[in-house]
């Protein structure tokens, strides 16, 4: 069965919670402590997009992913965190653990290009932890490039660096 896209609505905010935390837990656990994972838990990592979104809903853009009825994933995106107008920030794309290597995450990053290009920014960014090799190789055959800027966040009591990736959102202009 194909996936369907759509904007998501809050209704849609406590089981995206859910899901990004079963996400976190199944593409951080290799490189992660299980104690680092365990918090949030899902209805708190719920609360918190049902929080941001308050706030952010104006300017950015959560789309879902469903496949027969059932979220599979989402992305979200709004501008640059650091503040360039001609740059939007792709903050997330996370998939039930079981949609993973489905075209889930291919169909939403797509997605989120073209709403990104829409808004006319020209660049997209995004960070991704350094040590989560299969994002960072998906971002890659998306035409994401490193950056060479790096951060470090902590996930509970973990350290965890990460890596800004950009990628141009404009078509090149094709020789005259």
């Known amino acids: 069965m194909s996936v369907t896209l759509r904007p998501a609505e809050s209704a849609d905010l406590l089981p995206v919670g859910a899901l990004h935390q079963r996400s976190r837990v199944a593409a951080y656990s290799s490189f992660l402590p ?37 979220l599979a994933g989402f992305s979200y995106f709004g501008p640059d965190d650091a503040g360039d107008p001609a740059t939007g920030l792709l903050n997330a794309i996370h998939l039930e653990p079981s949609e993973r290597g489905r075209g889930v ?16 920014w020209r660049h997209a ?44 959102l404009q078509p090149p202009t094709p020789p005259r």
């Not at 809903?57 to 496949?67: I, K, N, Q, S």
């Open 34 to 70: 299980a104690e680092a994972l365990a918090d949030p838990t899902p209805e708190a990592m719920g609360e918190y997009w049902v929080q941001r979104w308050t706030w952010e809903r104006v300017d950015h853009l959560m789309t879902v992913a469903e496949r027969n009825g059932t």
């Open 105 to 120: 995450g291919r169909a939403l990053m797509v997605d989120a290009l073209t709403n990104m290009r829409a808004r006319g």
């Open 125 to 168: 960014v995004l960070w991704v932890l350094r040590d989560n090799t299969p994002a960072r190789h998906f971002y890659e055959r998306g035409g994401w490039r490193p950056t060479g800027q790096q951060r470090d966040e902590m996930i509970g009591q973990a350290l965890t660096p990460q890596l800004r990736y950009t990628r141009p």
